[in-house]
């Protein structure tokens, strides 16, 4: 089926443009918010050929598509009319609960950002190789793989605060501004002040002594201060003459975001995301490896709830402040368990064409997209996707008795290899891991799941 054909297919078995309240997608599902819900065909949606799986999550109805297919599909039903709202995240927005509001945004924000930490685990990765091996590195060519691995995460909250600010539709350029300020060469790194090689600037304001000090690898204050920006900028826009719009605008916002920033913001924020990040690593952390069995066994169904975005902050703040991501040691067994029900169950279907639909479903899992597996497969069945839920859980442990850990994020399952060859110890660990996963899951589908089901 080509491309308009299909586009066609899904519109008349949604209910029509007409029905379409806002239109969107990610890298593999098309998004869509609709009038009445009840004119979506499923069944018949389910059954065009290029579709790989359907689902409502909230107010959102996805047809998954997969990468590439469905940027081409989009184009063509939000070109359909010039009156098609694709303003899909005010649309859901306006009709999120809290917590679904918070990982969203997380989401906004870091998505843009993770190709840059990708490569940055990626350059790692290769110089960790390097050295595990015995290669030996000239002192001008480490000093330069130095610069490869550590500016984007030195710069981090220049990075979260450009992608913040652009989010909510403020000036980018005023979020790059405030995150140097963030991490500006004058303010002493808290890591020093922490070790005693640096003191922090003090002011003493009403009697209250506050130690000012930069905030390297900080994710909340970078965050925060670039929606104060943004929404500080739209409203000057409203109220300041045109004349004197180019002024005053980024002189005040500026001004107002950067003082809170380093003296009210940054300082809560920041005891607040040490806090975060001492509990999730002591969670992380729990003996006996009880923290990546519950980890493993839950995350990828809390990819189901749409919320997941939320933990992105936690794998940036573990990589700037630690080096290390355990965290993603724990999910990466769960998304293999999740590619190897999928394809397990298309090796027991005995029609041709599921056969073939479900086990090309597996193929982005096993690269590390595991929602055409889960929706196209393995939650429409039920028990494929408990047991991969098992694999995940028995990979979680495996990797917490291990204390396993990646030196990257944004890449797991397959292409994860690469942030794990910083050690032969860790490359071991990898493999160990998600030959459990898929030993467990692939085990519990072929015993326990009949095709028929």
Partial sequence: MNDTLLANSILDNIGGKANIRAVGHCSTRLRLTLNDKSKVNENEIENIEGVKG??????????????????????IISGESTSMNTNLKQDLYSNMSLPQKVSRILGDVFIPVIPVLVATGLFSGIINLLNAVGVP??????????????????????????????????????????????????????????????????FNVFGLNLQIVGYQGSVLPAIAVAIIAAKLQVKLKKVVPDVLDLIITPFVTILVSALLALFIIGPALHIVELGVLNLAKAFINLPLGLGGLIIGGTQQAIVVTGVHHIFLALETDLLANTGFNPFNAMITGGIMAQATAAFTVGLKTKNKKKRSLYMSSSLPAFLGITEP?????????????????????SAGLVAGLLHAASAGMGVAAIPGIVTYMYSGRALMNYFIIHGVAIAVTATLVFLFYKAED
Wanted: charged share 10%; hydrophobic share 50%.
């Fill in 54 to 75: 359907q689902f409502f999550s909230g107010e959102q109805y996805q047809i998954i598509l997969g990468t590439g297919l469905v940027d081409r599909i989009y184009d």
């Fill in 137 to 202: 590195i000239d002192k001008n060519m480490l000093a330069i793989a130095t610069v490869l691995m550590k500016t984007a995460f030195n710069f981090l909250p220049v990075l979260i605060a450009w992608s913040t600010i652009k989010n909510f539709g403020g000036s980018p350029v005023i979020g790059i501004v405030l995150g140097l300020m963030l991490v500006a060469p004058q303010l002493p790194n808290p890591n020093d002040v922490i070790k005693g090689l640096a003191n922090p600037i003090i």
């Fill in 373 to 393: 597996a889960i929706f196209g497969v393995n939650l429409k069945f039920g028990k494929p996707f408990i047991f991969a839920l098992c694999g995940g859980a």
